[in-house]
Antibody, heavy 125, light 107 residues
Framework: EVQLVETGGGLVQPGRSLKLSCVASGFTFNNYWMSWTRQAPGKGLEWVASITNSGGSTYYPDSVKGRFTISRDNAQNTLYLQMNSLRSEDTATYYC??????????????????WGPGTMVTVSS | DIQMTQSPASLSASLGETVTIQCRASEDIYSGLAWYQQKPGKSPQLLIYGASSLQDGVPSRFSGSGSGTQYSLKISSMQTEDEGVYFCQQGLKYPWTFGGGTKLELK
């Protein structure tokens, strides 16, 4: 059974940093791209970051580029999100998500086939 | 960025009723569309990928269709456990983007 469990959320002041972790189990972690997706209270979903299976490439939307860093430790089956210069608009539940794609298809497209339960991050003074 | 627009924003349906939710992309996404269901207090769960492929374990009353810029999710017979919020997502081009969500309630 695929399991993703996030930790590290909490209350943090604007401008400070926080690091989230996600421990994966039930699948071969180093075969999959992984990502973080967030949801502000009562709002919709926003993709935050993705990383290739080897960790060699990362991708971000403009809203977090330069402030957030996604990384992984394949030996520990763990995904990370380092969040710096936090803002009130970063307040959200952060979900660890596994990415999958249409192998052999064209054009390639990606989707999130498993989600963790999420960890809440509140940015407030 | 590709904008995803869902409609309606909310709807209510009776038990056994057929429900359809629409999702429009701002450009052709070549069936690179997924649908998710989110129940209150829970994380989203994948229902459909590639516009029409049913994820393992998802009841067959759920189906997806569409192409180009227009897509839809159909629930053929509304059940109590189908209440929740439904989101579409395009996975063709970065940044991955989601629709604003459709809240489905039991009438």
């Amino acid at each position: 059974e695929v399991q993703l469990v996030e930790t590290g959320g909490g209350l943090v002041q604007p401008g400070r940093s926080l690091k989230l972790s996600c421990v994966a189990s039930g699948f071969t972690f180093n075969n999959y791209w992984m990502s973080w997706t967030r949801q502000a209270p009562g709002k919709g979903l926003e993709w935050v970051a993705s990383i290739t299976n080897s960790g060699g490439s990362t991708y971000y939307p403009d809203s977090v580029k330069g402030r957030f860093t996604i990384s992984r430790d394949n030996a520990q089956n763990t995904l990370y999100l380092q969040m710096n210069s936090l803002r009130s608009e970063d307040t959200a539940t952060y979900y660890c998500t596994r990415e999958s794609r249409n192998y052999g298809g064209y054009p390639l497209y990606w989707y999130f086939d498993f989600w963790g339960p999420g960890t809440m991050v509140t940015v407030s003074s | 960025d590709i904008q995803m627009t869902q409609s309606p924003a909310s709807l209510s349906a009776s038990l056994g009723e057929t429900v359809t939710i629409q999702c429009r992309a701002s450009e052709d996404i070549y069936s690179g569309l997924a649908w998710y269901q989110q129940k209150p207090g829970k994380s989203p769960q994948l229902l459909i990928y590639g516009a029409s492929s049913l994820q393992d374990g998802v009841p067959s009353r759920f189906s997806g269709s569409g192409s180009g810029t227009q897509y839809s999710l159909k629930i053929s017979s509304m059940q109590t456990e189908d209440e929740g919020v439904y989101f579409c997502q395009q996975g063709l081009k970065y940044p991955w983007t989601f629709g604003g969500g459709t809240k489905l309630e039991l009438k």
